[in-house]
């Protein structure tokens, strides 16, 4: 077991499922852990649980909802404000919505706010605290389920056609054009003690999908008892975090440990510069251009 005593970690839905376990392994590594997660109750209760695993309490909360950018600039100043660096950020919260298209409270659809465009705004706002560590990771969990999206970055606010698998799979297709994107700007930048790397966790067996509502929704329930842990489900999580195996692998996207290639036509350095640019007007933010 890697030994994260000294690092400071920040995990962002980490009150269930992989974004629980992974928060708790890392913590009981040593890391100092915080908690990004938009519900205050359950935050306190994942706190407390994971105080009392890792057997020491340098467990702490930042409350955000990932899909209100106010509320993630908010948070990622308080970090600022509260830690001297960053040495692993794990953008593990992710939801599929439900039938109806929603938007977020500036006005982007629901999925990608959450899914992308918040990951995307915390990121680039905690990336001088990520420089400020000696090596820093950034892992980006996305999903075997970018392999059936079809984005139209024309519209990507699904103004037009929006179905929730759709957004979902679109989305996890966008965090891993950010990853590799990301990857490219830091060795561009010459900043090469800072990696990142996308991870498909697998099916796992967590409350996920329930939101989805409808022939998704039932679909997940069924599928249940045939999925992994949710401790299975957050190991290659925890691995790209804290390895020593792929201290210096940037870029990649993993499975079981594992990189795996991305074959979708969509994913062209072309589209990721488009999709970056895209998302930059969108969150307000620029950053290395």
């Known amino acids: 077991m890697p030994d994260l005593h000294h690092q400071t970690v920040l995990v962002t839905g980490a009150t269930s499922g992989i974004g629980k376990v992974t928060a708790t392994e890392l913590a009981s590594m040593g890391a100092h852990v915080v908690l990004l997660a938009r519900n205050a109750a359950k935050a306190e209760a994942t706190q407390q649980e994971i105080k009392a695993a890792a057997g020491h309490d340098h467990v702490d909360v930042l409350l955000a909802d990932l899909a209100d950018l106010e509320q993630v600039r908010r948070a990622a100043a308080e970090f600022n404000a509260r830690y001297p660096r960053l040495d692993v950020l794990v953008n593990n919260a992710g939801l599929i919505f439900g039938a109806e ?27 001088k605290k990520l420089q400020a560590s000696p090596a820093a990771r950034v892992v980006n969990l996305a999903s075997l389920a970018h392999k059936f999206a079809k984005p139209n970055l024309a519209d990507i606010q699904s103004a037009q056609h929006y179905s929730a698998a759709r957004v979902y799979a679109n989305t996890k297709l966008y965090n891993i054009m950010f990853t590799q994107e990301l990857a490219r700007r830091l060795r561009a930048h010459g900043i090469g003690h800072v990696t990142t790397n996308a991870v498909h966790p697998g ?37 790209l975090a804290s390895s020593p195996e792929v201290a210096n692998v940037s870029g990649g996207y993993f499975a079981k440990k594992k990189a795996v290639p991305v074959q979708h036509p969509f994913n062209t350095p072309e589209h990721a510069r488009q999709l970056w640019k895209l998302s930059e007007q969108l969150t307000g933010t620029s950053v290395l251009a």
């Open 203 to 239: 099916a796992v067996a967590s409350n996920f999908g329930d939101s989805a509502g409808g022939w998704l929704g039932k679909l997940t329930q069924l599928a249940r008892p045939f999925m992994l842990s949710v401790e299975k489900g957050a190991e290659t999580s925890i691995f």
């Open 101 to 127: 298209r929603q938007l977020s409270a500036d006005g982007n659809e629901l999925g990608l706010a959450t899914n992308h465009l918040g990951p995307f705004l915390l990121t680039a706002l905690l990336l």
